[in-house]
């Protein structure tokens, strides 16, 4: 994933959003080959090799997918838009869930079938995508192909409706004028970038790092103590995916109306606020039977947290605070960023969990 986010903005420069889309899809469709042959072969590398080269496509996409949704969009509705990016990978982890059960693809027997079927969204992709146009600000102001940008306007927002947006894409063509496409270190040297760079590199590193990850780690110790049968456990967790997926689309209705900054700084201060709230339950399990399902419901408020702000609003706000010639380089840093954040927890946390039991044994 970080390899990817770091290739994926030079991607979207040389050979354009949509065509870098396209082009990810090889990767997807080449790693959901070698890990279904990883089974019936028993050569254990294919599937280290298929998952690299999934999350190789997992990292330009999310890099180059919200880029070219924000770009394509109109001004008015550029927030939803680019919430689509959210939508679907909350909708994608739920549906994970779901055809990971026992009664689907669950089975030991299957597991080769439910890593191959992420060739299923690649293949749509490969007959849908070419029936759109490419992003008409990369044509006009990154290739200046003033003929095939008006097509493209045509074609996104008809005849009638694209006069506005392309007065719009004039106007920061001519600030553009004779500057190429940034590279990262570029971006990180140029002064006038410093708080939009700061803003994306917060942002995106406490997208991870907001404990979201170990609220997951917890969820079926949450479970088991209040009481659910571990055979049920896997149908409840269906629920955490539900509320991120549900909280995903409601902040998709609500971008526009309260703002960006309204939904990040509301969706951290309930995220602090059920953070305590668990850890206090947490540490009274014993104290009553009605405890460990407090518990549950901080989890289940946790994740409809994050979704509703941090989650969903953060991976848009690359696109509107960089202008054109910026936005790639971007991406770049905070798509890096954010992968190497969750690189870090996936790497320390379990560390960080046995040395803090190692010490509540001792004390």
Aim: charged share 15%; hydrophobic share 50%.
């Amino acid at each position: 994933g970080f390899i990817g986010a770091s290739i994926g903005g030079a991607l979207a420069i040389r050979v354009g959003r949509k065509g870098s889309l396209l082009v990810n899809n090889v990767f997807a469709l080449l790693a959901s080959l070698l890990m279904g042959l990883s089974y019936p072969t028993g050569v254990f590398e294919l599937l280290i090799i298929g998952r690299f080269l999934i999350g190789l496509n997992a990292g330009i996409g999310i890099c180059v997918q919200p880029l070219y949704l924000g770009e394509i969009a109109p001004r008015s509705l550029r927030g939803v838009m680019a919430m689509g990016t959210s939508v679907f990978i909350t909708g994608g982890i739920l549906m994970g869930q779901v055809i990971g059960l026992k009664e689907l693809l669950g089975g030991e027997e299957y597991w080769p079938i439910l890593l191959s079927t992420s060739c299923i969204p690649a293949v749509l992709q490969l007959l849908i995508l070419p029936w759109f146009p490419e992003s008409p600000r990369y044509l006009l102001i990154d290739k200046g192909d003033d003929l095939e940008c008006k097509k493209a306007l045509k074609k996104l927002h008809g005849p009638d409706d694209c006069h506005a947006e392309r007065e719009d894409m004039e106007k920061e063509r001519v600030t553009a004028l004779g500057t190429k496409a940034k590279k990262p270190w570029e971006v990180v040297m140029d002064r006038s970038l410093r708080w939009q760079l700061i803003s994306v590199i917060i942002l995106n590193s406490a997208q991870q790092l907001n404990g979201i990850n170990a609220i997951y780690f917890y969820a079926n110790y949450i479970f088991t103590r209040a009481g659910i049968p571990e055979p049920r456990i896997p149908y409840v967790t269906i629920g955490t995916g539900a509320c991120e997926c549900l909280t995903a689309l409601t902040c998709g209705i609500l971008i526009e109306s309260l703002g960006r900054r309204v939904l990040i700084i509301g969706g951290y201060s309930l995220m602090t606020l059920w953070c305590v709230c668990l850890t206090l339950t947490l540490s009274f399990q014993d104290a009553s039977p009605w405890v460990p399902y407090l518990s549950m419901v901080c989890v289940f408020c946790f994740i409809l947290s994050f979704g509703l702000g941090p989650g969903g609003v953060t991976n848009i706000l690359t696109t509107e605070l960089f202008t054109q010639t910026a936005r790639p380089a971007g991406y770049i840093i905070g798509g890096s960023v954010n992968w190497l954040s969750f690189f870090l927890i996936g790497m320390i946390f379990p560390f960080i969990v046995v040395c803090f039991f190692a010490l509540f044994l001792f004390t």
